[in-house]
């Protein structure tokens, strides 16, 4: 039980490189399942979340190892089990994307329903449908397991209701090994998207489509290993800028790409930031106090991202006017006002919409992280905060920030880390 105690009401400033994206890092390592032979990842950031889709992989047959900090190397050429027991399904929602590189490896797989942030229904019917059209057989068994199997996975058209993050890319894992071509219509777009596309095809898949609203995959027979540098993490980077904006900061980020967070840069501008983007770094100046936003609803990519919905409601807790913020992705997705409502912020909330009237400012206090990014918007509201506030569930952040208050200490943030139990 680790928490954060953060004195808050001090400036951050200075330079930092971003981290590699979570969200791009957990598919790519499942898609080496499909590998037969030794892939090496960069740019991998070490949280708990990879630790357990290493776990997982290894469980699988795999050889997992770090050299230094963020490079993964994976050896799949021994994969041989599709069975994954429940307590590492459960420690995250991703763990499920293991289903379609194990299927169209082994033919057959054996998961329970995954587990993940408390941030609403989270449900998997779009991956069983796509999987199930590109011809696995799933049953359900009594003790909460699903078993999937197929010979011979083959391509097919899938139709997405929802452009499914998720789902996405459980199907254009599963189809790369399938025979003939899959068109998978309104898939998500997400950048981590284009990413595992391109590293499926390092491998020798033949993937198009990627970030667009039809993703093509012709099947091939198997693939090899490649080396693959993951892109940066769209949301801890948004997630520092918007730490910035709210101490009224000066922070550069490098190994960024500024075109994956243009709504939020957008967002940050219209609440008064100065936001400077060149091709790999973004630089924020923030001076006094920020402006309310009329709207903000959020929308799969190129939308304005979910996960960064928590963080905005804590910069806009302290903004000049009155802000309204929608969230459409997630139906429990507000955890976070509570805690924010203790350290002093007015918040209403209407249904999926919050109304968030800035007050002058937050005060210090003891505050409990739900989820990860409910986590990251405690720490924004205790760095912008009057007086000490103690952020106690950081295992929470670990699971998508690695070491981030080391990240703002060296931005000059009063920030420490305590480990134990409750003070
Ligand atoms: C991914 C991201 C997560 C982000 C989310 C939305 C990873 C590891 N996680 O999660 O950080 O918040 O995208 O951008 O990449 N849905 C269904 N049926 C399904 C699948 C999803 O109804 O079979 C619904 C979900 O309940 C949710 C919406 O679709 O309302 C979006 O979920 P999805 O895009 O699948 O999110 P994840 O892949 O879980």
């Not at 998997?124 to 699903?146: E, Q, V």
């Not at 998207?193 to 993703?215: E, P, R, T, W, Y």
């Not at 957008?266 to 924020?284: C, D, V």
């Not at 990251?376 to 929470?396: K, M, N, P, R």
Request: glycine share 10%; hydrophobic share 45%.
């Amino acid at each position: 039980m680790g928490r954060y105690i953060i004195r808050g009401g001090r400036a951050i400033s200075g330079t930092l490189s971003v981290q590699g994206a979570k969200n791009s890092a957990l598919p790519i390592m499942a898609a080496c399942i499909l590998s037969t032979g030794k892939s090496v990842l960069d740019n991998v950031p070490r949280l708990t979340d990879v630790q357990v889709m290493a776990e997982i992989m290894q469980m699988a047959g795999a050889k997992v190892a770090w050299t230094g900090n963020s490079t993964l190397s994976i050896d799949c050429t021994d994969v041989d089990n599709g069975d994954v027991p429940e307590h590492l399904m459960r420690r995250m929602r991703s763990s499920f994307i293991v289903v379609g590189p194990l299927l169209g490896r082994l033919g057959r797989v054996r998961v329970t329903y995954p587990g993940g942030c408390a941030i609403g229904t989270r449900a998997i019917d779009l991956h069983l449908m796509g999987l199930s059209k590109l011809g696995a057989r799933i049953t359900p068994t009594n003790s909460g397991y699903i078993e999937f199997q197929a010979e011979k996975l083959r391509g097919t058209q899938i139709d997405l209701d929802i452009p499914s993050v998720g789902a996405t890319e459980n199907i254009m894992m599963a189809a790369v090994t399938a025979q003939g071509t899959t068109v998978i219509s309104n898939p998500a777009r997400e950048p981590e998207i284009v990413d595992l596309q391109c590293f499926l095809n390092k491998l020798g898949a033949k993937v198009s489509g990627a970030g667009s609203d039809v993703i093509v995959i012709e099947g091939v027979e198997s693939l090899g290993a490649a080396r693959h540098s993951i892109i940066p993490d769209r949301i801890a980077a948004g997630t520092l800028l918007v730490a910035a904006a709210v101490t009224g900061g000066d922070v550069t980020l490098t190994d960024v790409v500024p075109g994956h967070l243009s709504v939020v840069i957008a967002k940050l501008r219209e609440m008064g930031a100065e936001i400077e983007t060149q091709a790999n770094s973004i630089r924020i100046v923030s001076r006094g106090k920020l402006q309310s936003v009329n709207k903000i609803v959020t929308a799969p990519y190129p939308g304005f991202p979910t996960d960064m919905q928590p963080q905005f409601m804590a910069a806009l807790a302290t903004a000049r006017g009155v802000s309204v913020l929608t969230e459409k992705i997630f139906d429990g997705r507000f955890k976070h006002i509570d805690e924010l409502r203790r350290m002093g912020a007015n918040i209403s909330v209407d249904n999926r919409t919050a109304i968030i009237r800035g007050v002058e400012t937050l005060y210090g206090t003891n505050v409990v992280a739900t989820d990860l990014r409910a986590g990251a918007a405690l720490v924004i509201a205790a760095l912008g905060a009057q007086g000490v506030t103690v952020v106690e569930g950081v295992s929470h952040i670990d699971r998508g920030y690695v070491a981030l208050e080391q990240q703002l200490l060296t931005l000059g943030a009063d920030i420490t880390r305590r480990e134990g139990e409750w003070a």
